[in-house]
Structures are given as C-alpha cells and as structure tokens.
C-alpha cells in the first residue's frame, strides 16, 4: 500500500517544484548528456563545439537572448514558456 502524501511534503512539492535550476540546471543536463555520447558522436561535437563541453554551452542561448549586440538577429523576441 502506498502511504498517503504528508501535508508538509505536498507543501513542499507546491514550493519548490516551481523553481528552476537555471544555469546550474542547463549544466548539469548538458554534462549527463555529454556522458552518454558514444565515441564517435564524442569526437564529431569536440569537431563542431571547438572542444567546448555541452555543459559549457548549454546556457549559450540564454546568455545571449537579451543581449542587444544580438537583437539584429531576432533572439530577443523568442517567446519564453513562463
């Protein structure tokens, strides 16, 4: 039998799933994806990434969306899921 949810842990639940991790998060999706690579996949992102992790780049996009150098291109427009 499952046991039944506390009112401190859906409290808790409530509270903290709505928080992101951000740039940590990217990161650390970016590093476990980048685990899982085979050897050959590896080698093509260290070819096309200058041999940048994804970790590293992961946050890229952000980093840049509101940055005016990059408005010509459109990137500060990209509607956001919030």
Known sequence: MINPISFLDLLYL?????LDWGKTGHQVVGALAQQ???SITH???DV???SASLAFIS???DEIKYNP???ALGLGTISTCR
């Open 48 to 50: 096309l990434l200058d």
């Open 36 to 38: 899982q690579l085979k």
């Open 69 to 71: 150098k990059y408005r």
């Open 14 to 18: 409530l509270m903290f799933s709505s």
């Open 43 to 45: 080698k093509a992102f």
């Open 59 to 61: 946050t890229y996009a």
